[in-house]
């Protein structure tokens, strides 16, 4: 489901459907500008180390230290950008290295008595064009709200929706008159415990430690002095930050009737002293009971001393730390450190510095913005993510963790491991984190201290106590930069790998901004956008023939008594490409429309390891989550769906300041644009959340109190009915599929490592099969396949035996890199409902809901059945080639004599959509029907003006047409 001004969207070659907002559909090419709406950073917001909280409302907090190595971080990534290129050329040119005229460089076709073509070899041939990618939108996607959701919807929708506020959420308002009423989004029901999982199942030693080292770290300045707005048990807005609260909670001072009769500091104390709940009970003290105390003990002018240093301390409080210690959220809220990087090639350096067009691909349009108009080639984005490092130290500490508490002999036997999570991964032990080593040094302290102060002083020890022993060596981490040094681009480059990016099932929260930008390494040119080259050989770009034709000049002549029209003869001229069309009489002169498309390199998101630490803890591994312990032997993980972050965008460059469709940056000739000027920003899949929301909301609540949509039972697997393996029926019949090996020159959808055997004879086998059942051609059937990437996928490799695996029943096509499409998850029981299951299917496109609407012969997944009467509900499935080929030939064949909603033109591309009658054999169709069916297929007409609120595909007629025509006997 989309948000607020989005809408769902498919690119070309796109797995699936993802939300985009309207404007980028309304406006594709106009750039972002100087001043995106993102966050500053706190410091430079507040003028000095101050964070915010909650986290990011105004700003991002400042990052301490990076793990170094590289490869600990979980790589995702982005869409690449896709590029149209398109010119005109004609048969000579005066300047033929930069017109690359079709004497040079032509393919195919030119026209009547014209020469043949050169083929396109020479490397002078090659087009490039300058395209970047603009992250500076993107969000976290997961993890805590943004500051417009919490104003905007109740406390347990944020609960149910982030694993921030569902584990470690709690009120600012501590009033009395405080009432969790939320009338945004909650009907005026009540909301839930206000004080969530973590607070209410942590021993309270375990939190006032927690609060004493994030105190003590933030008085160190080891994480940021953040501030945090509350309201106290009065009902008086207030503001304080941790090193306030620190420095007066460090002064207060308690009594007691046992040794040693008084504590300073002891909620500062690290750990905290043994008497920490009589000190949290005493945070609103009354100073001259406390002095009648002193004097009842005989602690002398000591604690007269101290005494009067608590109550000048807690006077700036107006006498009352209650209501800050109570409001304090004790959490390291630095920023972790993620990067989006982008690392260039030779091949696109040489086109960007050394061809002779590399001056055309320039970015005028944001050289203010670089200080140059040639960007580098690989540029490193640095993101700062909030929220992951407070989940990380609330789940995973070993001493103040949620996850050790519960199971303090897994932190040691599974956790602390070298085949553990991150920081034990890159050398670490527990008896080496902060948190540890510092705990037992202040307990010796504080032994040794009053060991000595009974036999000599027994009340100087007040005075000589050591309270500062953080030191810096002691708070550090192995694998870890220093103190505000990030890694430098050479080593985040590193991480890079231009990887085949699928596009899984996946959503997106309304989250806070990582101020993704150029900030941190020096040496790299200040550029937060990612450029690259996209090209595309000579021999690989598509030359139309378009010929440039009118009629002879008309002249009238008159004598003395009448007049008649005489026609010039058409001018001659064979280096102009000028003759006279031997067939219509025109004046014509050869020209060529010259297309192509180059998809781009993939951006990397280099998430932080903390990121995945928290995925495998809660509940991705089986040894030792979260997740496990609760449900040992309970129903399987819920679906494993990615979190997208919108929105990275895609533009061309243009060698010109403004956006000037004439001129792009493209080289040495013609114009691009980008067919996908918006993708998602894949991040570590939402899993953790996820199941962590089953966890909270329904497993553990009874059926009554579930308030969550999500909490329907899962479908318990049934198993598969015994599946025959032959394929023998598959005979062919009267529709023929011809001219296979041309199967590469659709470059626009094939890549041919995907197709090492062009049409293997078994899908050509069940094209024509099911061509032939249902009298629809079966290059019509294949040309579906093109359009819906099923010859461009690196998951996808046409070999005859994949082929025969994928068609027999019970088989499965893969549905992304290392993922099996899974028959039971796209059952028709599993998507029966309107909206579920929305995931287009690589191969034919179907959608699974679509794919089982109806029952008999209106429904498309029996079409199967009239081939292999075999197959049953039960064993057919979106996910089976043969299966998903039959619905589609249904589908086409039904969809002839359909028009859809949508299609409010009697025309689409200047074809007819009026056709009623379903052809009778695969020669009854036309043109006008091939395309009526295909319009029926996708749902609405692609053509400028005609296509409503779904995106243009001004080549769809061809990309229709060319296969059908190609690949159709007798062409």
Request: hydrophobic content about 30%; proline content about 8%; some cysteine.
């Amino acid at each position: 489901m989309c948000l607020a001004g989005e809408v769902c969207i498919k690119y070309p070659m796109d797995l699936d459907l993802h939300c985009v907002p309207q404007s980028i559909i309304d406006d594709p090419i106009t750039p972002i500008g100087d001043n995106p709406d993102v966050p500053e950073d706190c410091w430079k917001q507040l003028g000095s180390q101050n964070g915010i909280f909650p986290p990011n409302s105004s700003c991002w907090n400042h990052f301490q230290n990076a793990q170094v190595d590289i490869m600990q971080y979980e790589r995702t990534c982005i869409y690449e950008p896709i590029a149209h290129y398109s010119s005109k050329r004609y048969l000579n040119s005066d300047t033929p290295d930069i017109d690359q005229p079709f004497s040079k460089c032509g393919i195919g076709d030119s026209g009547p008595g014209g020469p043949p073509a050169p083929g396109g070899a020479d490397p002078e041939c090659l087009i490039a064009m300058l395209v970047y990618t603009d992250v500076r939108e993107a969000e976290t996607g997961s993890y805590g709200p943004s500051p417009d959701t919490e104003a905007n919807y109740s406390a347990d929708f944020i609960a149910q929706n982030y694993l921030y506020t569902s584990l470690f959420g709690r009120p600012m308002d501590l009033s009395d008159s405080y009432d969790p009423q939320n009338n945004a989004g909650n009907d005026g029901r009540p909301t839930r415990e206000a004080y969530r999982t973590y607070w209410r199942l942590l021993p309270a030693s375990n939190q006032a430690n927690l609060r004493s080292f994030v105190l003590n770290m933030a008085n160190k300045d080891q994480i940021d002095n953040i501030n945090f707005d509350f309201v106290d048990r009065n009902g008086l807005k207030k503001k304080t930050d941790f090193k306030k609260l620190y420095n007066a909670l460090s002064k207060q001072v308690i009594l007691f009737w046992h040794w040693p009769f008084i504590r300073v500091g002891c909620l500062t104390d690290y750990p905290v002293c043994p008497e920490y709940a009589q000190a949290t009970e005493s945070l609103k003290p009354m100073f001259q009971e406390l002095r009648e105390l002193a004097l009842d003990l005989d602690l002398g002018f000591l604690a007269d001393a101290a005494i009067l240093t608590y109550e000048a301390a807690i006077s700036a409080f107006g006498n009352d730390l209650d209501g800050p210690y109570a409001a304090f959220v004790p959490f390291d809220f630095n920023s972790t450190r993620s990067y989006i990087v982008k690392k260039k090639d030779e091949k696109e350096e040489s086109y960007y510095g050394d061809y002779p067009w590399a001056p055309y691909l320039i970015d005028a349009d944001n050289a203010g913005r670089y200080g140059t108009n040639k960007p580098g080639l690989t540029n490193v984005s640095r993101e700062s993510v909030p929220y992951v490092g407070a989940i990380y130290q609330g789940l995973l500490s070993p001493k103040f963790g949620m996850f050790p508490a519960l199971q303090p002999q897994w932190i040691v036997d599974k956790y602390a491991s070298p085949s553990g999570i991150s920081d034990y991964r890159i050398g670490n032990t527990l008896q080496t984190l902060p948190e540890v080593k510092l705990a037992q040094k202040g307990y010796l302290e504080r032994v040794k201290e009053e060991t000595i102060a009974i036999v000599t002083n027994p009340f100087g020890w007040l005075w000589n106590k050591i309270t500062d022993f953080f030191t810096n060596d002691e708070l550090k981490k192995v694998g870890y930069t220093e103190n505000e040094i990030d890694n430098l681009n050479e080593k985040v480059k590193d991480g890079y790998a231009n990887i085949t990016c699928p596009l899984p099932v996946s959503y997106h929260l309304i989250a806070p901004k990582t101020a993704a930008g150029d900030r941190g390494d020096p040496n790299q040119r200040p550029a937060d956008d990612h450029h690259q080259v996209l090209s595309i050989r000579g021999d690989k770009l598509s030359w139309n023939y378009d010929p440039q034709c009118h009629p002879p000049t008309e002249k009238e002549k008159c004598d003395a008594t009448h007049c008649w029209i005489e026609y010039d003869s058409c001018p001659i001229n064979e280096v102009e490409g000028r003759y006279k069309d031997p067939g219509t009489g025109m004046c014509c002169r050869r020209r060529w429309t010259v297309e192509g498309i180059s998809h781009g390199k993939t951006l990397n998101v280099l998430n932080n390891p903390k990121h995945t630490d928290i995925k495998e803890t809660v509940v991705n591994n089986d040894q030792y989550s979260f997740y496990k312990m609760i449900l040992p032997d309970g129903v399987d993980k819920t679906v494993n769906a990615s979190i997208d972050a919108p929105i990275a965008r895609h533009f061309v460059s243009y060698r010109v300041d403004g956006v000037d469709a004439g001129a792009t940056a493209t080289g040495p000739n013609g114009n691009s644009d980008i067919l996908n000027p918006a993708e998602p920003i894949n991040r570590v899949n939402n899993l953790a959340q996820d199941s962590m929301h089953l966890l909270q909301n329904c497993w553990t609540v009874p059926k009554s109190l579930q308030n969550s949509p999500r909490c329907m039972p899962l479908l318990t697997p049934t198993p598969t009915p015994a599946c025959g393996t032959d394929l023998s029926f598959l005979k062919g019949g009267s529709c023929k599929l011809c001219n296979t090996d041309k199967i590469t020159q659709f470059t626009r959808y094939v890549h041919e490592s995907q197709v090492p055997e062009n049409i293997p004879k078994t899908l050509q086998d069940i094209l024509e099969t099911v061509g032939s059942t249902f009298s629809v051609p079966p290059s019509s059937v294949l040309a579906v396949m093109l359009h819906e990437g099923a010859f461009n996928r690196s998951f996808l490799t046409w070999t005859d035996a994949n082929a025969k695996e994928w068609a027999v029943c019970g088989g499965a096509m893969p549905i992304a890199d290392g993922q099996m499409c899974d028959p039971a998850m796209y059952s028709a029981e599993a998507c029966s409902s309107s909206g579920s299951c929305d995931i287009s299917i690589a191969g034919f496109g179907w959608r699974p809901y679509y794919f089982w609407e109806g029952e008999g012969e209106t429904a498309n997944w029996t079409a199967v059945q009239e081939i292999d009467p075999s197959r049953t509900k039960e064993t057919i499935s979106p996910c089976n080639l043969l299966d998903a080929a039959a619905a589609t030939a249904k589908a086409l064949s039904r969809g002839a004599a359909y028009v859809p909603p949508t299609v409010t033109s009697d025309t689409c591309f200047e074809l007819p959509m009026t056709n009623t009658s379903i052809p009778g054999s695969c020669s009854s169709w036309t043109d006008a029907t091939v395309l009526q069916s295909h319009v029926s297929y996708a749902g609405y007409c692609p053509e400028t003006g005609k296509n409503g609120i779904y995106p243009p595909l001004d080549t769809y007629k061809e990309d229709v047409l060319d296969p059908y025509h190609t690949f159709s006997c007798g062409q």
